[in-house]
């Protein structure tokens, strides 16, 4: 198992008022992403336990995109990761976001 | 030690006890006064749907005619992998025997495991766990999950997984390991009278509440099943 | 013209939710009243397994299983719902404990029911002895709750079925419910194949598995007392009609229950397949159950008429 973390600055904070949410299932190829609202508005913050090891440039690259495009400030994530694809990972990061 | 050797030891003044094919049917003269009424598996025999409705219907019939605890002896193999039990709705027949057993305890006819050879996976659940108070004779070797069909599982070789089973009892067969997560109360020696240790058991019988998740912390085996089935039991009662 | 998405009634959406394709929490959104739902150590707390590290394999937050209370038409229920994707639904030392506590919690209260839905292959392999004890205080704390006054009431139709210890805690309930998706058995095809040959048992005969494990076959058995279609919303009905129905427990149904065990056993205990069974039962085209579409198979099961619910 590979523990990996990042923070990023993020223009705005994430809409919403719910303090957590949940998506996803660990299992091969699939993803849990746990979702809380308890950092500053500015910061967001992604900690992963994955099953994959040595793809850390390939979490920094998707984490990077996906901060990028949503925004996520005062988010932090936390990942358990059963081997998801790329796509798989993005899809449960934009569906925690929706959710929270 | 044979299961007869065993029966001699446990009711040494008689007993009436048979062993059909592997099922254990039968009763003995307690020292104390009154009778305990004895049934098990033997002979490493599979439990299956015809062994388990005699089991059943053997303490059913006592209940209420008879009084006095009651001694489930365990050498079975696990539960009888079959095409035939499947089909007839094998889980029924097990819950069952271990529904009867639980229903006994709780009114008045405690019950003991004595768990003298092996066992396994749902046999273990449908007679030892299903007593109040299970008891491993020194020697036998329980299993929930034997190391070969794990290492297949799970793709481990068996030298690894023997190298983690030193160092956590959660996984690996054995009475020491079951002991220690709460599962066994309690080991007899085969070197003394085991009519000595049954009755000092049965004058010293804990009281009929699970309390198998606390013995699991207190010896180590077992450090959040207690905690979590308590915070839980708490948070729930707060929903009323 | 298709409603918009928002006009849809909760009903509606369960009723067009696959209760197999759905995750356990999706499975209790849509099965209690909406928005009625509380959850008990919820995956904010990371209650994961202290047992997977060793094995170098991924936790999940709520180890699998999700517990705690809600509303069923108005009245409040416990509830139970295993993940079956992780790790098999398998039981763990936490996610054992998760509903015993939820269940000794019932027992206490005495007049909220309990929902189980099982989602399970049995023990976890990697915390064997944990997860043995686990269902043993479950299947002890299902009894005591029962003795209460608590009905228990089991829905079964996931990807792993309920198999193993789960099979025997499902044996403990007051009754059950079951898709044709759902499977219920001690021991695993592919278990039986590997200890007594693929004569004994041919785990990749899907068709086989289903006729004797399986949903329908559970049913006409009387393995379970109702059978529901594959979506949430009938699971639902399902679990409102056997709260409606389960009576108390007491010695006269264990006596009732060895009756109509041995009652199955003198009957079928020749039968070599699910279709003698049937056959024996009455059923006038075996061979064509398993094609049956759930609204003809439900009318053949209550006409067949045997229920364990008054024997179990």
Redesign the interface.
């Known amino acids: 198992?590979e523990d990996i973390s990042f923070r990023h600055p993020a223009r705005a904070r994430a809409s919403g008022t719910k303090r957590?949410a949940?998506v996803g299932?660990?299992?091969s190829g699939?993803l849990?992403v746990?979702v809380?609202r308890v950092l500053p508005d500015a910061e967001c913050a992604v900690d992963i336990?994955?099953?994959a090891i040595g793809f850390g440039e390939v979490w920094s690259a998707v984490i990077g995109d996906f901060v990028e495009r949503y925004s996520p400030g005062g988010l932090r994530f936390?990942i358990?990761?059963?081997g998801a694809r790329p796509d798989t990972v993005s899809l449960r990061l934009a569906q925690a976001v929706r959710l929270i | 030690m044979t299961l007869d050797d065993i029966i001699a030891s446990l009711f040494p003044d008689g007993h009436e006890v048979s062993n059909d094919r592997g099922v254990i049917l039968g009763s003995a003269p307690l020292r104390s006064g009154g009778r305990m009424l004895l049934l098990g598996v033997a002979d490493r025999t599979a439990l299956g749907v015809d062994e388990a409705i005699r089991l059943s219907g053997h303490v059913l019939e006592s209940i209420g005619r008879d009084s006095g605890p009651i001694l489930v002896l365990v050498d079975s193999d696990s539960q009888r992998m079959s095409k035939r039990d499947e089909l007839l709705g094998l889980n029924e027949f097990l819950a069952h025997l271990a529904k009867v057993l639980i229903h006994a305890d709780m009114n008045g006819r405690p019950t003991i495991g004595l768990l003298y050879g092996h066992s396994a996976a749902g046999a273990l659940l449908a007679t030892g766990l299903a007593t109040r108070v299970l008891v491993g004779l020194r020697g036998a070797d329980p299993a929930v999950m034997d190391l070969p069909s794990m290492a297949k599982v799970t793709k481990l070789s068996m030298e690894a997984l023997q190298e983690k089973a030193k160092s956590t009892p959660v996984f690996a067969p054995g009475l020491s390991n079951l002991a220690q997560m709460g599962a066994v109360h309690m080991t007899w020696s085969n070197a003394t009278s085991l009519a000595d240790q049954l009755a000092a058991l049965l004058a010293d019988m804990p009281a009929a509440q699970d309390r198998r998740d606390a013995l699991g912390k207190e010896r180590g085996g077992r450090l959040k099943a207690a905690e979590i089935a308590e915070r839980v039991r708490d948070l729930a009662l707060q929903a009323r | 013209m298709t409603a918009p998405l928002k006009d849809i009634t909760p009903a509606e959406r369960a009723r067009s939710t696959s209760f197999y394709e759905a995750s356990a929490r999706t499975r209790l959104e849509l099965l209690l009243d909406a928005g009625s739902f509380v959850e008990l150590i919820g995956p904010e707390q990371r209650e994961v397994s202290p047992h997977l590290k060793i094995f170098d394999l991924p936790e999940q937050f709520d180890d699998g299983i999700v517990v705690g209370h809600g509303r069923l038409s108005g009245s409040p229920v416990f509830v139970a719902a295993q993940e079956g994707r992780f790790m098999g639904g398998a039981f763990g030392e936490v996610h054992g404990a998760k509903l015993t506590g939820l269940l000794r919690a019932a027992c206490q209260i005495g007049s909220i029911p309990v929902l189980i839905l099982f989602d399970t292959g049995g023990v976890r392999l990697q915390e064997a002895n944990a997860g043995e004890l686990a269902i043993a205080e479950i299947m002890r704390a299902v009894m005591e709750a029962r003795t209460a006054g608590v009905k228990v009431i089991g829905l079964i139709g996931g990807r792993s079925g309920c198999y193993g210890g789960g099979g025997l805690i499902a044996g403990c309930c007051s009754a059950l419910a079951v898709s044709e998706q759902g499977r219920i058995a001690v021991s695993g095809p592919e278990v039986i194949e590997t200890n007594r040959g693929v004569e004994e048992f041919d785990s990749r005969d899907r068709a086989l598995v289903w006729r004797t494990m399986g949903g329908k076959h559970r049913r006409l058995l009387g393995v379970a007392d109702v059978f529901a279609d594959d979506n949430v919303q009938d699971f639902r009905e399902a679990a409102l009609e056997l709260l409606g129905l389960a009576g108390p427990f007491g010695l006269d149904r264990l006596k009732a229950e060895q009756e109509r065990l041995a009652g199955r056993l003198s009957r079928f205990g020749a039968c070599a397949d699910a279709v003698d069974v049937w056959t024996a039962e009455g059923v006038a085209d075996a061979q064509a159950v398993p094609e049956l579409p759930a609204d003809q198979f439900v009318a053949l099961a209550n006409q067949i008429g045997r229920t364990s619910r008054d024997a179990r």
């Open positions: 198992m957590s949940i299932v660990v299992a699939n849990e746990l809380e336990k994955t099953a936390s358990n990761d059963g």
